[in-house]
Every structure is written in structure tokens, then in C-alpha cells.
């Protein structure tokens, strides 16, 4: 497959550049020159890197649970007292120092400050500090690496959400799952290397949108493959009315057959994406019903995982989901639960996501560790930014809403080779980095490393210029590995 890789990648630009300059060999020669990679550099590059990791890695598979729309790290893991004792006082000025603010605060000459409403306890060995929203979560926190000093220069959910997901504000960038695809490619084929789930809340929602899970300039084989809650989890998949398995099979030869006499004509790398696309959702036709047939799960998972987790398209539901297609060898699945924008009666509607997200996290900690395979999958838990400590509109200790806050805020990430603990720390107030702060590039390169990728080295070559996911920036960090 690799030598063959290489060998349309020298053909098609050999073929391309003659037949558009029609100048023979001393053309050829003159490109060379031009454009050096013309001639194959470039697939020799892509053929070194196909399937294989730079070194070896602490993860084989990546679960993702973003919670779109921003959690208050205040009200759920970073406690402080402070908030407390200056309830409903002007956050000091030599604190907020100038920060530029959403245009969603009316008032910008008054930050009265939040305390959160809710309990806070310490637990684990590492006496983590976390809410009374968040049971479940307390119950594995030693299994937990929170890491509270994240922060982004995005301000507004559509560029914060798209950085997260594909290191970049602006969009046709390839998503983190595609370059893990591109990297790594698949454990089953015939399953796809990274799968997409959705799910909404009670809360106030941001939308989601293709653009997040695409392959960008990477080859289609690499965008994420959206799983529905409906009667059909992947749409397209199944046969036509009047069609067979074997009329689908003697379809997709004769289909394969044109579309390589296409691919010896133009030499689109793209014709071949098509083909095994084609050939992938083939597979997949027997593959899909048996993993997300969740009826068959146990008693005792159902009750791990809760009600809501035979319910299609809950965040339950996807939870066990995800489980079920990493333990099948998908590489990367991304979940997206909707309803965290707490601009306006937070504390109601946090209630409400906690409870729809709290017990299905633990539980998918939970049940990883007792099939054997946490160390070797890394999970994810967070959203695009944090919150304020100051209230966006009318205060009351049992009701308030906080703007964004993109300078620091907190998320989790456990198994796959981290090393449990709290990581990271803010000051008083719980507005500014102290300690240890990481961005978003720094948790790209983490994430990367922890499934043996060197995140300078996971690079393709597009217009002139050599794209990855963490851009020009990103360190690993190393305090967090175990």
C-alpha cells in the first residue's frame, strides 16, 4: 500500500506537469528546480509518516467529550473563597488589567463579583476541589489529570471552538481527528479512523457544524464520520430498495474499474479517496449495526452508565458508544454535547448539564478501567473556554450568569499515559494563570505525543507551506505524563 502511495504520487505530478508544459525533459528538469517537491518528495514524506508512530505510545486511541458552549470551571473544579468573601464587590482593576471583553457584558464599567452558589469538597489522594455538582466525577478523580490553567486568545465560541478543534481560529483546517487519521490511520477496516457524535442539553446551546470534524486540505478519507441517533446511524449506508449485497459488491467493482481508468488520466489523488470510501462503507454495512446495537449491553453497564444510555443520541447513550467503537480500534471519537453558554441563569441550567454528563463521564472511566483498556485510551473532558468570576447581568448569591473567559480555564484528560492530579494553578480571584499555564497548541502537542506523535513532525505540505496541527507553536507537557 505504501509503495503504492508513492508511486501515484510520482506519477500524477510527473504526468500533470508535462502534459501542462508539454517541454519534454528539459521541463522537467527546469520544474525540478521550481518546484522541488514536485517530483515526489512530498509522497515520500507522506509514505514515511502513513501508519507509523514516531515513537512508542502511552495511548493507541483518543475519546474526546467536549462540552460545547463552556463549563464555569468556578462552579464545578476551581474553588475560590475569595469570591466568598468579595460577594457582589468590584473585581479589582489591577486584575482584570485592561482585558478586552464580549460585547454580551452591557455594563463595562462594573464586574461584581460571583461566588459560586455550590458546595465544594476536596477528594483523591491529590485532594482535588470539586463541586457538588459533579458526584460521579468525584468518585474517579484519582484516576483524573486537571488541568486548571488552559487558556486561548479566542473570545467568542465559533473561533474558540475551531481552534480547539483544529489548532487554528479560522476554519478549512484539518480537525485533530483527521490528523490523527492522517497520522496513524485505523486499528478496523472497517470502521473509520475517527467518528463524530451529538448530543444537546437543557441548556443554552451553541451550534455545531461540519467545519469542525472536516479533513480540511487532507485527503477526504481523513473527515470524521457523523453517527445519527436515528433509525440509521450513518446515513447513505444502506442498500437502495431493490439492491443486494451482491449487486452492491459487482456496483462498486465496475465503479472501481472507471474510476481507475480516471485516476490514469488525471492523476487526482482524490479519485482514489473516493474509491476507498466507497469500499469503507461497504464494510461498514455489517460492521455499524453490531457496534451501536446497545441492547445487548449488561444490566450492570446500563446501570454504570445510567437510564439515559439506551435512549439514542443522549450524551449516555454516546458515552457507551464511544466505548464500544474504541474498543472496535476507531481511533478518535468526538463527541460534542451541546447547552454550556451560561450567559444568563446559570446555576439552573449547569444543574441541568450535570446531570445530564456527570454520571456517563465517570462511567466511561469506569467501565474503560475494567475492560483493561484506560492506559491505553486517553479521554478528554472540556469545553472552547471558561467563565467569568464576575456576573454578566442581575447578581443574587442563587442567581447569575458569567460572560467568557478565555485567560484560564479547566479540563480533565485521564488514562492513556497521564499522570493523575491537579495540574495548573489560578490566583485568588480564579482570572489569571499563576502557575503552569498551558495553551491550547501546548494540549495539542500533548495529545499528539501521548499517541507517539512528535507534533513538528506530523506535517503536510499545502500551497507552498507546511501545515500542522499546532501551527508554529506548542510544547508538550512533560510534568503531566506519567
Not at 123 to 130: D, E, F, L, S, V
Not at 428 to 447: C, L
Request: aromatic letters at 10%.
Amino acid at each position: 500500500m505504501e509503495k503504492e502511495f508513492l508511486e501515484y504520487g510520482l506519477s500524477m505530478n510527473r504526468r500533470r506537469f508535462l502534459t501542462s508544459l508539454g517541454m519534454g525533459i528539459g521541463g522537467a528538469a527546469l520544474g525540478s528546480l521550481l518546484v522541488p517537491d514536485l517530483f515526489g518528495s512530498r509522497a515520500e514524506e507522506e509514505m514515511v509518516m502513513a501508519g507509523l508512530p514516531h515513537f512508542a505510545p502511552k495511548a493507541k486511541r483518543i475519546i474526546y467529550l467536549f462540552q460545547n458552549g463552556a463549563p464555569s470551571q468556578l462552579d464545578l473544579f476551581d474553588y475560590k473563597p475569595t469570591l466568598e468573601k468579595m460577594f457582589g464587590e468590584d473585581l479589582p482593576a489591577s486584575v482584570r488589567m485592561g482585558q478586552r471583553l464580549t460585547g454580551m457584558t452591557a455594563d463595562q464599567t462594573k464586574f461584581p463579583l460571583a461566588a459560586s452558589m455550590f458546595k465544594f469538597n476536596q477528594y483523591g489522594q491529590h485532594r482535588a476541589w470539586i463541586s457538588e455538582l459533579l458526584p460521579h466525577t468525584a468518585k474517579v478523580v484519582d484516576d483524573l489529570c486537571i488541568i486548571r490553567s488552559l487558556y486561548t486568545e479566542a473570545i467568542n465560541h465559533d473561533p474558540a471552538l475551531t481552534f480547539f478543534q483544529t489548532g487554528a481560529q479560522v476554519g478549512n483546517r484539518p480537525s485533530m481527528g483527521a490528523w490523527l487519521s492522517y497520522g496513524l490511520g485505523s486499528e478496523n477496516k472497517n470502521l473509520p479512523a475517527f467518528c463524530v457524535l451529538l448530543s444537546k442539553g437543557k441548556g443554552n446551546g451553541q451550534g455545531v457544524y461540519s467545519k469542525l470534524w472536516t479533513n480540511g486540505f487532507l485527503d477526504s478519507v481523513h473527515q470524521g464520520v457523523q453517527f445519527s441517533s436515528g433509525e440509521n446511524p450513518v446515513l447513505y449506508l444502506n442498500n437502495p430498495d431493490g439492491m443486494d449485497k451482491a449487486d452492491r459488491r459487482n456496483m462498486l467493482d465496475k465503479l472501481a474499474e472507471l474510476n481507475e481508468s480516471s485516476f490514469e488520466t488525471f492523476g487526482d489523488p482524490e479519485i482514489k479517496a473516493k474509491v476507498q470510501q466507497y469500499e469503507m462503507a461497504y464494510r461498514m454495512q455489517t460492521a455499524v449495526p453490531e457496534v451501536t446495537d446497545l441492547s445487548k449491553e449488561p444490566e450492570h453497564i446500563v446501570k454504570l452508565y445510567g437510564p439515559d444510555c439506551l435512549v439514542p443520541g443522549t450524551y449516555a447513550a454516546n458515552c457507551l458508544l464511544a466505548r464500544k467503537l474504541s474498543e472496535s480500534g476507531v481511533r478518535f471519537v468526538q463527541l460534542y454535547h451541546q447547552g454550556w453558554d451560561g450567559h444568563n441563569n446559570l446555576p439552573s441550567e449547569i444543574k441541568g448539564q450535570c446531570l445530564d454528563t456527570d454520571q456517563a463521564s465517570a462511567a466511561l472511566i469506569t467501565d474503560l478501567k475494567q475492560r483493561g483498556l484506560l492506559d491505553e485510551t486517553l479521554v478528554i473532558w472540556g469545553g472552547e473556554f471558561g467563565r467569568t468570576n464576575y456576573c454578566q447581568g442581575p447578581l443574587t448569591k442563587e442567581n447569575y450568569g458569567r460572560d467568557h473567559h478565555p485567560r484560564c480555564f479547566t479540563m480533565w484528560m485521564a488514562g492513556g499515559g497521564v499522570k493523575p492530579g491537579v495540574y495548573g494553578e489560578t490566583d485568588e480571584f480564579g482570572y489569571n494563570i499563576v502557575a503552569n499555564p498551558v495553551h491550547i497548541h501546548d494540549f495539542h502537542a500533548t495529545a499528539l505525543h501521548l499517541m507517539g506523535l512528535d507534533h513538528e513532525k506530523l506535517v503536510y505540505k499545502h500551497l507552498g507551506r507546511r501545515y500542522r496541527l499546532t501551527d508554529v507553536a506548542g510544547k508538550v507537557v512533560k510534568d503531566i505524563i506519567a
